[in-house]
């Protein structure tokens, strides 16, 4: 099954779902890499994907998680802007 990737509004959607690890992964940090400064990514996941959390924060991403009807797991990606300078 391929992943999904289609633009809503300033959310670009990848719909990871019925994907073996580490194919998700793989998917979702690849999106992120040309993931531009005022765009979030929502990616559908079958699995609350926890691994991938560490990573977001190790490169400045925050993001939001939320379990749909369906069971599945919706993660919003978005790049934090660095702080100034003091």
């Known amino acids: 099954m391929s992943a999904a990737l289609a ?6 959607l990848l719909d990871v779902g019925g994907m073996e690890p ?14 531009g400064p005022d765009e979030r990514l929502r990616v559908l ?4 994907p926890i691994p991938l959390y560490r990573v ?8 939001r998680t939320t ?8 993660v919003l990606i978005w ?3 660095d702080a100034p300078s003091a």
């Open 7 to 12: 633009h809503e509004g300033s959310a670009r």
């Open 22 to 35: 580490p194919e998700p992964m793989v998917r979702i940090l690849d999106a992120l890499d040309t993931l």
């Open 45 to 48: 996941i079958d699995r609350n």
């Open 56 to 63: 977001l924060q190790r490169y400045g991403f925050e993001y």
């Open 67 to 74: 379990q749909l009807e369906d069971l599945r797991f919706e």
């Open 79 to 81: 790049l934090v802007p």
